[in-house]
């Protein structure tokens, strides 16, 4: 869209650049007062995500760093996890954001290959938890429909690329991937929960340079550093899986957020499920 205005490369970088900050706040913003989370604290839990490091971090990736369809996802697992808790008295409120769910599906399927995976990946997950806390086959339905509306996606932005390497064979250019770069560049926990590189406190930045230097494999995983309020909500999380009591008010908040970040950690770090995935 940026492009119809302007045919400077440059000036287009710069621009997606900058509009993915107040995409990320906004969305961030409504996905938490949808929660129930006062304005004040979504105002200021929506600008902390939108200026996590790894924003800046990922210049070279930009559809990576524009990651406003994070907070998305997450309110679609909300979605697949309150479907038993409706009632019959407010069907059309439910159809109505059904419907948006599938729309908001679609867009994560646009927004880069990557987050159109880990959505489908934690979409499948969480309706299996559902399923099997709930005895019911309506979570999975609806993750279904979710997940294909993804796939139709998928499959539609990449027809072009599809056609041409049927017509032209492979690029040979392009990288490579094995099983082994999921080790090799797979998240470590440890890097991700320290204080990222060149911190301001001295002792800080010495904490995270020996760690680094006893760790075997240090490259773009030291990208995930989260930051400190991050770190803690990850590790308040880890809390909540091991049963942890949460306020009775925010249980189901509490037990989807801690479902989905435990999910993520085993998918994407070293040695964890996405090894075995990529082995296929």
Avoid at 26 to 37: D, K, Q, T, Y
Avoid at 127 to 143: Q, T
Avoid at 177 to 184: E, K, L, N, P
Wanted: with cysteine; net charge positive.
């Amino acid at each position: 869209a940026i492009a119809q205005f302007t045919s400077k490369f440059g000036l287009i970088f710069n621009l997606f650049f900058c509009v993915g900050f107040f995409a990320i706040y906004g969305v961030s913003f409504a996905v938490l007062r949808r929660l129930g989370i006062l304005p004040v604290l979504a105002a200021a839990g929506a600008l902390v995500f939108s200026l996590l490091p790894f924003h800046f971090w990922r210049l070279w990736h930009l559809f990576l760093a524009t990651y406003f369809v994070i907070p998305i996802i997450v309110w679609l697992c909300l979605r697949i996890w309150s479907l038993q808790d409706q009632g019959s008295g407010n069907n059309g409120k439910s159809l109505s954001e059904n419907k948006a769910a599938i729309g908001l599906a679609a867009l994560t399927a646009g927004c880069g290959i990557y987050y159109a995976f880990f959505s489908a990946m934690l979409i499948s997950s969480t309706a299996v938890i559902v399923a099997l806390r709930k005895r019911s086959a309506r979570p999975l339905a609806f993750a279904a429909a979710l997940v294909a509306t993804i796939c139709g996606v998928v499959l539609a932005s990449l027809a072009p690329s599809i056609v041409y390497r049927s017509a032209n064979g492979p690029n040979p250019e392009v990288a490579v991937r094995s099983a082994s770069h999921s080790q090799i560049l797979g998240l470590n926990l440890s890097l991700a929960l320290l204080p990222q590189d060149d911190h301001r406190i001295p002792f800080v930045q010495r904490l995270t340079e020996r760690v680094k230097t006893q760790t075997p494999i240090v490259n773009e995983n030291s990208y995930a550093a989260l930051g400190i309020l991050s770190a803690l909500g990850v590790m308040f999380l880890f809390f909540i899986s091991l049963g942890s009591q949460t306020p009775r008010s925010r249980m189901e908040v509490f037990e989807v957020l801690a479902s989905l970040n435990l999910m993520c950690v085993l998918y994407a770090t070293v040695g964890g499920f996405g090894f075995l995935f990529s082995l296929f």
